[in-house]
């Protein structure tokens, strides 16, 4: 570690996280069958080669002249080529070359490419801006016609092959050290760096140069394996090493001679490359995963609860007013080690037609999962364990999806949060809107068109027939979330969620918004379900408040009641902490987390 | 489009012009004269003088700049030191066979590798996916001079399916030319096609994880029409502006597949001349290989911006 330059504090914490990310990292490549198997037979190609001398039973340039173009046989156990010289040798010795040369050239490429992307990355400005024009410049020209190139200025030879190897692979590494390095040199442990007066230099190669450490890896890896292609390729052409120099390229342009006669010779050397470029190319995939910190998606059983049978008459006759009810709804998530962790805990609660219910909550309370599991969308990993979701009296928990889907539109709709995401970028707003209209009611195209439009219009985007065949981009955040009402409403549903779709937008957007959705609410007679963060627009808008927190719906209330005589401590934590005209402090209040071990609330 | 296609054409002139100079540039990197090279060690000075002045290689670097760049633009290329022949002419008698080869393996390669990204990227994690991905981290790892030359002994000589000789002017032969293109094609595409298609799922993973695809089902948009009208069409934006990088990396492969399907192409010609250090031919091959790439971006880039809006320069 060479961080002590910034004081012994520094080089401490950063070196002992460093150990703490190298442990995190071998667990997780622990867990990757298929790096470790790479690993190994990878450590068995260096070792065959390394032992090549020992292993291989004649010296490579060895000929018997009594046995040329042998099959196998007890004496050439891979067979023999036209000079009788034995494959097996061969090949064991050709890996010398094959990894001295992939070594090297994958080293010259980080020597030319290590600094060029650093300084590109690092400095910025001119340098940047002519050294990546020149980055793309290189791209026009594919990797082998550099290697011709440098074989046609500089003759043949082993040096000149690994240089011209290097070559080709070193803009790919300063490529990606310019990208690294633009976003390492915003961190704050470079600023630092700088203050204390560190030559750029050494900001650049011990400062900066250890964080990508694991990249580099993982590209190196990489691009040993397409170096060992690139140098067979060469040698098969009778561009790389002197014929004398055993290598896999050299011996399949033997091959490819006797290609009609002997068949069975290419298998060796092509068997050889593949193997190894393989294991190079998963090494390096298991590394980048392992460092990223992916791990493969596996979708496992699901394991709820059967669906409860129909409600009995009584609660059903309560239940008719409301168009969507939800009982003791237990939402879990898998956790990687194959526990559960609840997302949603016996939450209940119902809404009416005409009525709007606000969902209040931080983040992570368990909003956004309540409206999903209405929309039968749970991330895949998540799902409704136990109690019941009923719409118009359907049982929703348990839903097949080919079932939900025909629900989507007509019975639920839903806004999401991110205006702009909302929307697919590379489509029109019309063709968006029409696909939707189109997929809820028998329209001719013509139709779809005309009531785009109109719905548009509704929504209160002006000069509508004109702005459909616009796309998203060209829409601010407030008409792209119209947008997005419009399609929601695509299929008149009969309950509307909004989660949390006025959270991005500035005050005066929003309270537009949200009087578009008040209006439309009484229009199509919807119920709507308001998800949100904030205490004014639940004030503003909602009939009805229901209050969640971590996964527990503490109180529901009507919304006056809730805000003049909050019943639940939470809740009245949460009314104190909202910021208002009134609000004379120096500081904003905070919520201090005072659950118990258990999850009971302590009154004050 | 007209202003795409300038905005474009600004960028696509200087990066044509700047591989120019380098590619005249060259025989200046070459240890002691290019004539020396062509006449070998045992050379004296006087017959290394006599050669440079014969072919003109005495002259002002300036000077020699000016007449190389005004012979390029009337398309003359030099001529071959060794043949003598024209460097133009050299070039497009080999053209056909690369192109042909090079054009029918992007073909394959888009469209295995779109169909293949697709499939296992809209089925992320399962047995599918997990199948077709590890088919694509082999077929990059295949070296394809290796692939050509098992798919040539067992569908051509063995089986007897297609032509060993592969090549066949289409102007001769309409139908013998297509033939032959299979087994090139397959080899240059399955390498390209797993490129295209680790790309293609990776973007179709990312695109379907968007807010837009959630929004589309909710309103009651079938599964089907959202994968296939909304998800590949976004998906497709990143993997078009990859498929030039794939173009070219098929070009250098054709260099050395043609050898294993007999193909009379550009890669025998740039071999014997990087072997017989014949400037002329190897510059020329140089320059209109990157001409080709570039070509090739230029177009991508100009549907790039008519896929993606966002693209297009205001």
Redesign the interface.
């Known amino acids: 570690m060479t961080t002590s330059t910034i004081g012994p504090n520094a080089a401490d914490t950063s070196s002992t996280r460093q150990a703490a990310g190298l442990r995190q990292l071998w667990r997780r490549l622990r867990s990757q069958p298929v790096t470790l198997v790479s690993t190994l037979v990878l450590l068995g190609i260096v070792a065959v080669a390394v032992l090549a001398p020992l292993l291989a039973p004649y010296a490579p340039e060895a000929t018997d002249f009594d046995h040329p173009l042998s099959g196998p046989t007890a004496d050439h156990p891979l067979g023999s080529d036209e000079l009788g010289r034995d494959v097996l040798s061969q090949l064991i010795y050709a890996a010398r070359t094959a990894l001295l040369v992939a070594g090297g050239s994958v080293l010259v490429a980080m020597l030319i490419g290590v600094p060029l992307g650093l300084v590109l990355g690092y400095k910025g400005g001119w340098y940047d801006r002519i050294g990546s ?1 020149g980055m ?2 290189a ?7 550099i290697g ?2 440098v ?5 043949r030879g082993m040096l000149v092959l690994i240089l011209a190897i290097g070559i080709i692979f070193s803009m790919n590494f300063a490529r990606m050290v310019r990208a690294v390095t633009l976003t390492e040199r915003k961190k704050l442990y470079v600023d630092s760096a700088h203050v204390t007066g560190l030559p750029t230099r050494d900001i650049l190669f011990r400062q900066i140069l250890p964080n990508m450490v694991g990249p580099l890896a993982v590209q190196g890896a990489v691009f040993l ?1 397409n170096a060992i ?1 690139v140098e ?2 060469l040698s ?4 790389g090493l002197p014929e004398s120099q055993p290598s896999w390229g050299g011996m ?1 342009r033997v ?2 001679e006797h ?2 006669d002997r ?1 069975w010779m ?1 298998l060796p ?2 068997l050889a ?2 193997i190894t ?2 294991v190079l ?2 090494l390096g ?1 298991g590394l980048n995963d392992a460092l990223s910190g992916r791990r ?4 496992r059983a699901r394991s709820a609860a059967p669906v409860p049978p129909p409600a009995p008459a009584a609660v059903a006759d309560d239940a008719r007013a409301a168009v969507l009810t939800v009982d003791d709804l237990v939402v879990v998530a898998d956790r990687p080690d194959g526990s559960t962790a609840r997302l949603l805990d016996r939450v209940s609660l119902q809404v009416r037609r005409g009525e709007v219910l606000g969902l209040l909550g931080e983040s992570g309370s368990g909003k956004s999962m309540l409206a999903k599991s209405i ?1 039968g ?1 749970l991330p ?1 990993n998540v799902y409704a364990e136990e109690g019941s979701i009923r719409l118009d009296g359907q049982q929703l928990r348990g839903l097949p999806e080919r079932e939900f ?2 629900l ?3 019975k ?7 205006p702009q ?7 029109t707003i019309g063709q ?1 809107l029409c ?2 209209l189109r ?2 009611n028998e329209l001719s195209r013509k139709q779809a068109r005309a009531r785009a439009a109109e719905l548009l219009e509704l929504v209160g985007v002006d000069d509508a027939s004109r702005r459909l065949g616009q ?1 998203p ?2 829409f601010s955040g407030g008409m792209a979330q119209r947008v ?1 009402i419009a ?2 409403l ?2 008149e549903p009969e309950v509307l969620i909004l989660d949390e779709a006025t959270s991005a937008l500035d005050v005066t957007t929003q309270s537009q918004v949200l009087d578009l959705v008040l209006d439309l609410r009484e229009r199509f007679d919807m119920a709507i379900i308001n998800i949100t963060h904030d205490l004014g627009v639940a004030a503003e808008t909602c009939d009805t408040v229901a209050v969640l927190y971590h996964g527990e719906l503490l109180e529901v209330s009507e919304v006056n009641a809730l805000f003049d005589d909050p019943s639940h401590p939470y809740t009245e934590a949460l009314l104190a902490a909202h910021p208002t005209a009134e609000t004379e402090l120096d500081r904003l209040p905070t919520i201090a987390d005072k659950l118990t071990v258990d999850g009971d609330w302590i009154r004050k | 489009m007209a202003k795409l296609v300038l905005y474009r054409l600004a960028f696509v002139l200087p ?1 044509m012009l ?2 120019s100079v ?1 590619v005249f540039s ?1 025989t200046y ?3 002691g004269s290019p004539a020396g ?1 062509v006449l070998g060690p045992s050379a004296t000075p006087e017959a290394i003088a006599q050669v440079e002045a014969q072919l003109g290689l005495d002259a002002p670097p300036l000077q020699r700049m000016g007449e190389w760049f005004t012979a390029l633009l009337q398309g003359d290329l030099g001529t071959a030191y060794r043949s003598g022949m024209p460097v133009t002419d050299l070039i497009s008698q080999r053209l056909p066979a690369t192109l042909s080869m090079v054009v029918g393996g992007m073909l394959v390669a888009l469209l295995l590798g779109v169909g293949v990204g697709v499939l296992a990227g809209t089925r ?3 047995k599918v996916d997990r199948l077709l991905t590890g088919g694509t ?2 077929g ?7 692939l050509g ?2 798919l ?2 067992v569908f051509a ?2 089986l007897g399916w297609f032509p060993i000789v592969g090549w066949v002017p289409p102007s001769t032969d309409f139908l013998g030319w297509l033939h032959g293109l299979v087994l090139p094609s397959i080899t240059l595409g399955l390498t390209g096609g797993a490129i295209i298609a680790r790309q293609t799922r990776a973007a179709m993973v990312r695109s379907l994880a ?3 695809i ?10 089907r ?1 959202i994968l296939y ?2 998800g590949v ?2 998906a497709l ?1 990143p993997v078009l502006a990859s498929a ?2 794939v173009f ?2 098929l ?3 054709s ?2 597949a043609e ?2 399907f007999s193909f009379p192409g550009l ?1 025998d010609l ?2 014997t ?3 017989g ?1 014949d ?1 002329p031919v ?1 510059q020329g ?2 320059l209109v ?2 001409a080709l ?2 070509a090739i ?1 230029f177009v991508l880039d100009i549907s790039y911006g008519l ?4 693209a297009r320069p205001a």
């Open positions: 024009r793309d410049i791209d026009a020209l594919p990797g082998l016609m011709f190139v074989i046609a200025i500089l003759g394996g292609k067979a390729a098969f052409l009778g561009l399949l091959a490819a290609q009609a068949p290419a050397p092509g490359i593949l470029v393989l190319n998963l995939d493969p998606v596996r979708k929309l969308m895949p889907a025909k989507r539109g007509r639920l709709g839903v806004v999401f949060q991110n995401g909302n929307l697919s970028p590379v489509h968006q696909e939707a997929a809820n796309y981009h060209q997005a399609i929601a695509a299929g | 990066q700047v591989v380098l060259m990197l070459v240890p090279a992320p994690g399962t981290v082999l990059i790892a295949i070296p394809e001079f290796w030359l098992l040539t002994t000589a063995h968007s807010p837009f959630d929004t589309l089902a909710a309103a009651g948009v079938s599964r029409t009208r909304y069409k976004n934006v030039g990088v070219a990396i070009i250098g492969v260099f050395v050898k294993v890669g740039m071999l001349s990087t072997i250090q400037f190897v091959v140089v290989t990157a790439v570039v971006n896929i993606n809006p966002q």
